[in-house]
């Protein structure tokens, strides 16, 4: 089970690792106000009514900080993670969190009717039957409980862009261990291949950032973090380098 993000993004003006290293837990997106979907995590929102409606109301009086984080089963054993569409590192969470996991497919923001728990899992054949593009292809994950860092994190993954940057060492302050995936990596002939997947507007945006050619994920968040562009459309952007740039295929 995975939890994916950007590693190189804010939390309230701080480095998000440097966040995550003085908390020690994973805090859901009710707490933090930020996320890399949609930003509905709040009383009368989307992701609120969402959880009313499958938990029973089992939240609705609770604070923030006792809501589930959400993440996914990476049941096709990707290296970026079961959800790359959300980031390009991952926490890889021990098999013990899956005793308090709930999962759905497809995702919450298409309010699903399948549901499973480690015990009783039905998603995967569902999952596999259907023909999802690359990025929706995940069945996600709902964590009841904390997720800390020293004891419910087998290791953080990241991609070797980050390589010898302060993100990798900002990462080895967290206390889990720190892992590599292959790495995500798209160049501008590759890119422009695909105006139709989230238009040509991002195409060119992409191209605009590219360094010598090529998008990787650091990159993208030096663009993110810039400012200087609508952050959905550096998203999108993003969501081209995941689906076109995972360099093990």
């Known amino acids: 089970m995975t939890l994916n993000f950007h590693p190189d993004r804010s939390l309230h003006g701080k480095p998000i690792l440097e966040a995550l290293a003085e908390d020690g837990v994973y805090r859901s997106q009710f707490v933090t106000g930020t996320g890399n979907g949609g930003l509905t995590a709040h009383p009368g929102g989307d992701r609120w009514r969402w959880e009313s409606r499958i938990f029973d109301g089992a939240y609705d009086e609770g604070g923030a900080h006792e809501r589930p984080v959400y993440g996914a089963l990476n049941f096709r054993r990707k290296p970026a993670g079961g959800a790359p569409r959300f980031g390009s590192a ?53 964590v009841h ?13 990241l991609d070797p862009c980050y390589r010898g940057t302060a993100i990798e060492a900002a990462a080895r302050r967290l206390g889990c261990p720190v892992e ?70």
């Open 90 to 142: 991952h926490f890889r969470l021990t098999p013990q969190t899956l005793a308090r996991t709930t999962f759905c497919y497809p995702d919450s923001f298409f309010e699903p009717s399948d549901f499973g728990v480690a015990a009783r899992m039905g998603l995967i054949e569902l999952a596999l039957a259907d023909h999802q593009d690359e990025l929706d292809d995940y069945i996600e994950a709902q």
């Open 145 to 157: 409980g904390p997720v800390r860092l020293d004891s419910h994190v087998e290791a953080l993954v």
């Open 180 to 249: 590599w995936h292959p790495g995500f990596r798209l160049g501008v002939e590759e890119l422009r291949r695909h105006p139709g997947y989230r238009g040509r507007e991002y195409v060119d945006l992409g191209a605009q950032l590219a360094v010598d050619g090529v998008l990787d994920p650091r990159i993208v968040g030096d663009a993110a973090r810039a400012g200087r562009h609508d952050p959905q459309a550096v998203k999108k952007v993003w969501h081209y380098l995941a689906r076109f740039g995972a360099t093990w295929k």
